[in-house]
């Protein structure tokens, strides 16, 4: 066994409900003025509405900071940590998609009254310093996996995504309340979903950090999310399965925050630049043809994982036609969930694939943890097989 370390967050609460208890757990860490950060879309569809009284009652100042949009762009970050400084806030909560919890990260951060970096003093691996204000994260999707990872993306420019990584960006607590996520539309529910499952069988396959635990927990998350993927979607009130879903998710961020993701990553960021497709759904467009891509170095994994996606329906076979039905199921997927199966039905046109094949090769953070090494060409071959 090489050697590894493993982080992750504190406090995991895993209950269907928990959400209507926020304020008790802002108050229980001696919280007394807390800011969520959130996207419009939560405020609209009124999730924070069994949340907010609670604050009142438990005598804790809150306020909302609901600005975040998708591939959220630095000044979305600075105008919340200008909101938390004008608050005094003392706890941050990062309630919605990754985008949400991914700028709610950084306000911890750069709102702590000790902080003396800006927001372009802590891009990259291990350059963030000091301290940050405690953080809960409540996720309303099942997917980025953002709760457990220490992480947060952001939007440099108008194409370019940078990263800040740093233990100190995992928070205390992560809430996983299935209630949050009924009313998730089929399409949403299915892309984060195989975004979750990407992130479980890219943990299991990186070549760098692959480790026993992440193992573990990509295992068991593939097999919640594949069992519960398809309830979710054509039965989005069914409480059990979103709250597996969510338990799933959190488990596949554990893994790859542990043992990182790979050439699928690598490949959807550039769609997410050049064609705001979201996250999710861009993992999925490629995620089949980098699985054939990497199969022959990744049979043996990807043979060990196809009886956790297959459950029952797995016929017996060797390694290469265990392999095969584990990609042909993802590759299946898309459609079953009523996603766009190719990238010319999601609006990517053909003229584009040599640009997006160029702007993936600068992805090597990902692309060093890829079973098989990708290079400019295979990345255009393969975008143009998701053609």
């Known amino acids: 066994m090489q050697p590894f370390s493993f982080a992750t967050t504190a406090q995991i609460l895993c209950e269907s409900g928990s959400a209507a208890r926020?304020?008790?757990?802002?108050?229980e860490r001696e919280a007394h003025r807390v800011l969520i950060v959130t996207d419009p879309g939560i405020t609209r569809f009124g999730l924070l509405d069994g949340v907010l009284p609670g604050f009142a009652s438990a005598g804790v100042e809150v306020a909302v900071f609901d600005q975040v949009i998708a591939d959220p762009p630095e000044a979305i970050v600075l105008n919340a940590v200008e909101r938390a400084r004008e608050l005094k806030a003392e706890l941050i909560v990062g309630f919605g998609g990754g985008s949400s919890m991914d700028v709610a990260k950084l306000v911890a951060l750069l709102a702590h009254p000790d902080c003396a970096q800006g927001l372009k003093d802590i891009y990259g691996v291990g350059n963030a310093r000091g301290k940050r204000l405690p953080l809960i994260q409540v996720p309303t999707t099942a997917g980025t996996g953002s709760e457990v990872t220490l992480i947060a993306i952001i939007t440099t420019g108008e194409t370019t995504k940078m990263g800040v990584v740093s233990p100190l960006l995992l928070p205390d607590l992560a809430l996983l309340d299935a209630d949050l996520t009924l009313g998730l539309p089929p399409a949403v529910t299915a892309a984060t979903g195989?975004?979750?499952?990407?992130?479980?069988?890219?943990?299991?396959?990186s070549k760098i950090k692959k480790n026993p635990l992440s193992d573990l927990l990509a295992r068991e998350a593939l097999r919640l999310l594949a069992a519960n993927l398809d309830q979710a979607v054509h039965n989005g009130q069914n409480r059990e399965a979103r709250q597996a879903m969510l338990l799933g998710a959190l488990l596949a961020g554990q893994a790859f925050a542990n043992s990182p993701v790979a050439a699928v990553h690598a490949l959807a960021y550039p769609l997410g630049g050049h064609f705001h497709i979201p996250h999710g759904l861009s993992n999925a467009l490629v995620l089949p043809h980098v699985l054939r891509f990497n199969?022959?170095?990744?049979?043996?994994?990807?043979?060990e994982l196809a009886?956790?996606?297959?459950?029952?329906?797995?016929r017996p076979g060797n390694a290469e036609q265990l392999c095969a039905q584990f990609i042909e199921e993802l590759a299946a997927l898309n459609e079953r969930c009523g996603l766009p199966s190719r990238l010319r039905d999601a609006n990517v046109p053909e003229a584009m694939l040599g640009q997006l094949a160029s702007d993936a090769m600068l992805q090597q953070?990902?692309?060093?943890?890829?079973?098989?090494?990708v290079s400019e060409a295979d990345a255009l071959a393969i975008y143009q097989a998701a053609y």
Request: proline letters at 7%.
């Open 365 to 373: 953070r990902l692309l060093v943890n890829n079973p098989r090494e």
């Open 307 to 314: 009886p956790l996606l297959l459950g029952e329906r797995l």
């Open 295 to 303: 199969a022959p170095v990744a049979t043996a994994l990807y043979a």
């Open 194 to 205: 195989i975004d979750a499952m990407v992130h479980a069988i890219e943990a299991y396959t």
């Open 22 to 27: 926020l304020a008790e757990l802002c108050r």
